[in-house]
T-cell receptor, first 114, second 111 residues
């Protein structure tokens, strides 16, 4: 059974801190790993990582994938209160009838205090 | 353009009743997904439609759950004889390639 595990489950920091969120996966037919930010109901897409070692950046957020060790990290520098959300990672399945299926981790709840 | 829409946004129902949740995907998106998110937990895959292929129903938790999709348009998720443990947010997503776009979800409360 495909499994995606995130850590920590929750994190409380102050504005300006840097945080690192972890995601490990055990997935057959792995294609890519995706990160989402969920503030209210609908997750919004952050990154998709397919190749090992290539960092993706968007403003203060960056992410990288290690396909040998089967994990990804999401970094947020100079955190702001607006970064408070649940961060979800998901593995994207590449094979057969499950092509395109996402398996989500349980999420990391990030709280940024002023 | 319009995103994924879902209705109703909130639904309160009595235990034992049937409910039907609706998802309108983005026009042209061939794939449609249903997920369930219980309070404080991650997203749980339920079912996946891709074009005219047979759906991947591997995530449906019991035979009380079913979903249909007509062509590449609207999908409905039906839960029969609802139980309290069915209370959750039900999210729908659609995609054309890889990236999935999520709807706002339906919050289901079974009393």
């Amino acid at each position: 059974e495909d499994k995606v595990v995130q850590s920590p489950l929750s994190l409380v920091v102050h504005e300006g801190d840097t945080v690192t969120l972890n995601c490990s996966y055990e997935v057959t037919n792995f294609r890519s790993l995706l990160w989402y930010k969920q503030e209210k109901k609908a997750p919004t897409f952050l990154f998709m990582l397919t190749s090992s070692g290539i960092e993706k950046k968007s403003g203060r957020l960056s992410s990288i994938l290690d396909k040998k060790e089967l994990f990804s990290i999401l970094n947020i520098t100079a955190t702001q209160t607006g970064d408070s959300a649940v961060y979800l990672c998901a593995s994207l399945n590449a094979g057969g009838t499950s092509y395109g299926k996402l398996t989500f981790g349980q999420g990391t709840i990030l709280t940024v205090h002023p | 353009g319009a995103g994924v829409s879902q209705s109703p946004s909130n639904k309160v129902t009595e235990k034992g009743k049937d409910v039907e949740l609706r998802c309108d995907p983005i026009s042209g998106h061939t794939a449609l997904y249903w997920y369930r998110q219980r309070l404080g937990q991650g997203l749980e895959f339920l079912i996946y439609f891709q074009g005219n292929s047979a759906p991947d129903k591997s995530g449906l938790p019991s035979d009380r759950f079913s979903a249909e999709r007509t062509g590449e348009s609207v999908s409905t998720l039906t839960i029969q004889r609802t139980q309290q443990e069915d209370s959750a947010v039900y999210l729908c997503a659609s995609s054309f390639a890889v990236k999935q776009y999520f709807g706002p979800g339906t919050r289901l409360t079974v009393t």
